[in-house]
């Protein structure tokens, strides 16, 4: 359904057509495989969980405040992208950062829960470890890992939001953004009932 | 033509040949390096065959390719598991995945839907580089300390994770497990781009019925590896945990080497779960392909229809529903608990009713057609051959009463290779005769292409079906030698037999291979639609242009099949007997995919 | 020195055939046509080849069917095993003319419809009618397979009940060899674990327990008595391995850190089976189906089936655990 011809195959218009058409689909398929690959880690754990020295693990407290802050950093994001199409840019500049700040923080307080974990005896490997207490790390630090990610992107839109380089019309950039960042924190409301509930 | 070309023409080398963004140089890219593994992939087994037809006898070559590998021209039990374990897994992922996905869904959406590139040059570009570097380590890990990963293709822990059980399990697994990390990571980028390329960037009339099987093909195959590659990776990063970290999702109460592991909680057959989840998928990653390819050239080379297209869209979509589902039947010995056993039985046997019906309307196209014998439709009648003989043997398998006395035997090595190794070859080598004027823009060599498709499939068949009757005598897969069992000792004729069908279809590969060079460099130059094709890839130059066609995308009328279509006066509508799908339907005339 | 010469040859052979095939390019080229195009004399000819093999095919198949059917499994030495070969029978008879049929059609319509200047291609792309019917009919005959087969599986999946009279066998698989451990007197097998496995006690048997003291470890081969159902719990130490018993057509995976059971009663003793195969040295034997490192290949035990007075005799003469 494009009507550019080949003389104009290079030119920026083209490549934000089609930027513009496929970007989304791109990442939403993405994600569904990043869905997938938690969905078997998830399953994994339902399977081994039928094993008797399996241990049910209390959710460190520092888990609701990360859960808080992850939560409140979606809000500022979605935030920012409403002030971007209002032209406010300099409100949107100012949540943006506050996201990453959120993020950063969130960043942190996964590692205070770890450590909580980790002095109330829960290992990560080795002799005293018992596999839920390994679930726990991997489950959260792949989930931070996907969360790296994110933090990169939510650079570059800070960057680019200083820059000035987003108007009204050109935010395809926050909007994949904030969808993967969106996702990250659905994926962790998740991760924080499963882990509450199932593991 | 020439009025359009364009400064690109020009860039240097590295852009246009290396980090090229061009599907139909990533195309070339992917079979060149999947033929190459390939290649290597058939000489393993070739050499391990000469172990199995004659166990114990001494080879030159065994001892010039293999160096430390053998000990006086007979290789080392442990490197036979070795090789087994190379072969099995660049033939199903290198080969099969990549090289045939690669290849034929790069070249062909863009062409066939009417696009100018991907979705995303740049992440296809990165698509086909980690498929390089994992290719790159997985070879690297053949010369590693210890020698290649030993334990399977499956890796099924804890062989895998234990180099005190087998040294391969050292160094070797563990540049396994990062290849096979890049190697998803490049499928999934590949099937990102696929998926959306088809979805999004379709020319103008192009419906998703008037879509080439190829395309519906390639379409499905890209859904079913976003779904299960990634679980594949969860099982392997789990996998890298218990090995590297001590951790213990797959292994518990083990002593090995003197000593009690401190492993405990954990359960191998949770691997063997995640394993299968993408395992077997991954059969219809190779197979649906393959399919999608031979129906675009049954019909064309019949100068019909292809009988059902909606039929077989159904039955693909079914079969790639389905193999999400059937896993199982892998594990029925597992100790599984029965009732599920039963439930994989189930949707096992379902999954043949689709297979059946694209079967039926395969032979249904060639009724009353007016067939020529390329070697691509040579191969492409191979292939519905394989795809029913080995099929059939699947009902064996996936019962999981019958299951339990030739699960792991020759029977399976038998079975799967020919539905899903043969197949998967066939249609590849198929659509490398059929597109290769579009691929190098000259043409292969026919003669040559009919010697090799006799030669294959009759070695391919001396090979694979006599180990049928190996299962049946109960002979295990994965064993170095059947010499140490009295109750094997009169099977040896057979295991020779093999042996030397299998050192013919290696030199068979050769001619094609030969084939495949000369008449890339040297061959006829091509004319723009050698098989008088109706799909869009017909429409565009011999020579490769960035963006495909000069001008506008053409617009697309019609479903790609009308072959021999006449009009009331019993004459061809356009004086041919074909109507490409870029003529525009006449008045009253329905369209093909419409019903 | 051979390596040279070897590469000359190849370099020859390559030289040769790029210069044939640039003559029969020039030879089609003259007679004013391309080398790639395809004749109706080509293509009949590649039919009928086609047409060959279909008979080769079908030839190859009964060569080995006579040549090889001999050399199969004999008829199960167990119950259940009739049952399975009954069912592989069923399907088989199921799926070998299905193999014929389809392969007669597919390529008997590519000889037959082979190119020709004169004639023209059917234009028939679809038919309901047609569809219907081959997807009904091998759903028939797929549910009949399916329902068979699931009743068998039940049953053999069940394992002996505890107040039947029966065997309990424990088999050991550890690279790469296996043992099997006899239940004793109180037909119960003593706990074991990969924490008490030390010098002799490769099993890993908890001493202090008192059911294990009478269990009986044997090694090299082992007996079950003719009739009685044998039920049998796997453990592995190290690796998985499967024990495979293809004469009784049965097959359990054995697994590190997981109990799995296989039941099934033996029916012909080894004596009865060395003439039923009319082989003098005709042994029974379990042997590992499941990778598991380097001797693979070679881990079996031998197993003897006879009358249950006999396995009683030769279980009696096996030392107690507590004795060792
Ligand atoms: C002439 C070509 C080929 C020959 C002679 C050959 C031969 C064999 C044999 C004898 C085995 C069993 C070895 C054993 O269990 O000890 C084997 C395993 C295997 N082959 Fe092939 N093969 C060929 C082509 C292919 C192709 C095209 C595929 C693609 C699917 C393939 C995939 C596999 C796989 C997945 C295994 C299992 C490896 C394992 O057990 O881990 N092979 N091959
Ligand atoms: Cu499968
Ligand atoms: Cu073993």
Known sequence: MTTISLDNLDNIKYKTEIRQKTAKPLLWIGLMSIVMFFAGLTSALIVSKSNSIWIKLEVPSMFFVSTILILFSSLTYQLSLSFTKNNQLKFATITTILTFVLGISFTVTQFYAWQQLYHSGVFWAGEQSNPSGSYFYALTALHLLHLFAGLISLLVVVTKSILKKYSPTTILGIQLSLTYWHFLTALWVYLFFFLKFIA | MSAHQHPHEEQDFLFKYVFSQDHKMISKQFLITGFIMGFIGLSMSTLFRLQLGFPGESFWIIDFLLG??????????????????????????????????????????????????????????????????????????????????????????????????????????????????????????????????????????????????????????????????????????????????????????????????????????????????????????????????????????????????????????????????????????????????????????????????????????????????????????????????????????????????????????????IVMGLSGIFGMIAGVYHWFPKIFGRMLNNNLGNVHFWITIVSAYGIFFPMHFLGLAGVPRRYYTNSEFPLFDNLFDINTLITWFAILAFFGQLIFFFNFVYSALRGPKAPQNPWKGNSLEWTTGVKHIHGNWPGEIPTVYRWPYDYSKLNDNGDYVTGEDFIPQTVPLADGEKDGGEH | ?????????????????????????????????????????????????????????????????????????????????????????????????????????????????????????????????????????????????????????????????????????????????????????????????????????????????????????????????????????????????????????????????????FNFIPTITSEEMKKITNNENFEYILLCNKICGAAHYNMQMDIVVESKEDFEKWLAEQKEFSAE
Do not use: C
């Open chain 2, 68 to 417: 430390s590998w053998a000990e006086n021209g007979v290789m080392l039990p442990d490197k036979y598991l070795a090789l087994v374990t190379m072969h099995g897994t660049i033939m199903v992922f290198f080969l099969l995945t990549a090289g045939l996905s690669g290849t034929f869904s790069n070249l062909l959406i863009p062409l066939q839907i009417g696009a100018r590139d991907m979705a995303s040059g740049f992440l296809n570009m990165l698509s086909y580089w980690f498929f390089f570097v994992s290719s790159v380590i997985m070879l690297i890990s053949l010369g590693v300390e210890g020698g290649a990963a030993s334990a399977g293709w499956t890796i099924y822990p804890p062989l895998s994770a234990l180099p005190q059980a087998i040294p391969g399990s050292g160094l070797g697994m563990t540049l396994w497990l990062v290849a096979m990390a890049i190697f998803i990571a490049s499928s999934l980028l590949g099937s990102l781009n696929y998926i959306v390329t088809i979805l999004n960037l379709r020319t103008k009339g192009m419906t998703m019925t008037r879509l080439p099987l190829t395309i519906w093909s390639f379409l499905i195959t890209a859904i079913v590896g976003v779904i299960s590659f990634p679980v594949l990776l969860a099982a392997a990063l789990l996998l890298v945990f218990d090995r590297s970290f001590g951790t213990s999702f797959y292994l518990s109460d083990i002593y090995i080497g003197g000593q009690v592991l401190e492993h405990a909680g954990g359960s191998p057959i949770l691997f063997e779960h995640l394993f299968w989840f993408l395992g077997h998928p991954e059969v219809y990653i190779v197979l649906l392909p393959a399919l999608g390819i031979t129906s675009e050239i049954v019909s064309t080379m019949s100068r019909k229809p292809i009988f059902g297209y909606r039929a077989m869209i159904t039955s693909m979509l079914a079969i790639g529903f389905l193999s999400a589902i059937v896993w199982g039947h892998h594990m029925f010995v597992t100790g599984m608990n029965p009732f599920l056993g039963a439930v994989f039985t189930f949707t096992t046997l379902l999954i043949a009713i689709p297979s059946a019906v694209k079967v039926f309307n395969y032979i249904t196209t060639l009724w009353k057609g007016n067939i020529k014998f390329s070697p691509a439709m040579l191969f492409s009648v191979g292939l519905v051959s394989t795809f029913i003989s080995g099929g059939l043997t699947g009902l064996i398998l996936g019962d999981s009463t019958l299951d339990i006395n030739v699960h792991d035997t020759y029977f399976v090595v038998g079975h799967f290779h």
């Open chain 3, 1 to 261: 020195m051979i390596a040279l010469v070897a590469i000359v040859a190849v370099l020859l052979v390559i030289a040769t055939a790029v210069q044939i095939l640039k003559i029969a390019e020039l030879r089609a080229t003259e007679s004013g046509k391309e080398i790639y195009e395809i004749s109706a004399k080509q293509s009949k000819a590649q039919a009928l080849l086609l047409m060959v093999f279909l008979v080769a095919y079908f030839g190859f198949f009964a060569w080995q069917v006579w040549k090889w059917g001999g050399l199969m499994l004999p008829v199960s030495a167990s119950e259940h095993g009739v049952g399975v070969d009954e069912l592989m029978n069923i399907t088989l008879w199921f799926i070998i003319p299905v193999f014929i049929i389809t392969h007669i059609f597919l390529f008997w319509f590519s000889y037959k419809y082979s190119f020709s200047e004169t004639r023209k291609a059917l234009f028939f792309s679809h038919s309901n009618k047609l569809e219907m019917f081959w997807t009904i009919i091998p759903s028939i005959a797929l549910t009949v397979l399916i329902l068979v087969g699931l009743s068998n599986w039940n049953k053999i999946m069940t394992p002996v009940a505890s107040e039947q009279e029966h065997i309990l066998i424990e088999v050991y698989g550890q690279q790469f060899s296996w043992t099997a451990r006899y239940a004793g007197k109180d037909g119960k097998l003593g706990r074991a674990s990969v924490e008490y496995i030390e010098g002799v006690n490769a099993l890993g048997i908890d001493i202090s327990d008192e059911n294990a003291k009478d269990d009986k470890i044997v090694k090299g081969e082992f007996h079950l008595p003719k009739g009685v159902p044998v039920q049998f719990v796997f453990r592995s130490q190290d690796v998985m391995h499967s024990a495979y018993m293809p004469h009784f057509r049965a097959q359990m995976n054995v697994v590190p850190g997981l109990k799995t059971q």
